[in-house]
């Protein structure tokens, strides 16, 4: 594929990093060893590493949240970081919920991606993407062994009607616009 991978302003980068530093700090954790750092990781916005004293925040899916959600997510991994200083695990427990309230955070398991222009975007530069039969896309960077539907129009329920069918990127199957060579909307008949 020709087109480049989404970037996130480098301005925007240094603000949500020290953020992260500052908040680390405030909470304490620096001085106990903890750090924050980027990962490229595709399925999760942050991620925890109790033993490694590491949080991170994924530069691939930033793109596809707000500033706002940005902080949460922060914000919610110092929480598992708090937790797991105070218990030696963390997890999505009453515990946590705790932790997360007195950081800030929502104390909610998991964050959805806001910009489905974006969305569409990464859904057409990850390896497969996943179509249902109304048009939604979602990136996809396995191979599925397993059937599906699509969760947003089944309202998170399987529904046979709403089977999403696993797609091999490929320049001849993407629209011009994300970067191949299918002119209009004869991307969905190339697939």
Known sequence: MSKAPIKTSEERKQLL???A???LAEWGLTPKGWVFRWSTTKRSFGRCFGRKKII???LYLLPTISDEEAEDTIRHE???ALDNEERGTSDHSWRWKAWAIKVGARPQRTSKSGDEDVKKELAYQSKYRLECP???LTPSH???R???SCGPCGNGRYNEAL?????ENHPDNIPAEYGGNVKGDESRAAA
């Open 146 to 148: 397993r059937m599906s």
């Open 134 to 136: 109304n048009g939604c």
């Open 17 to 19: 990093q020290w953020l």
């Open 78 to 80: 110092i929480a598992h």
């Open 163 to 167: 089977q999403l069918k696993q797609i």
């Open 21 to 23: 530093l500052e908040l």
């Open 56 to 58: 991170e925040l994924s």
């Open 142 to 144: 396995k191979r599925k």
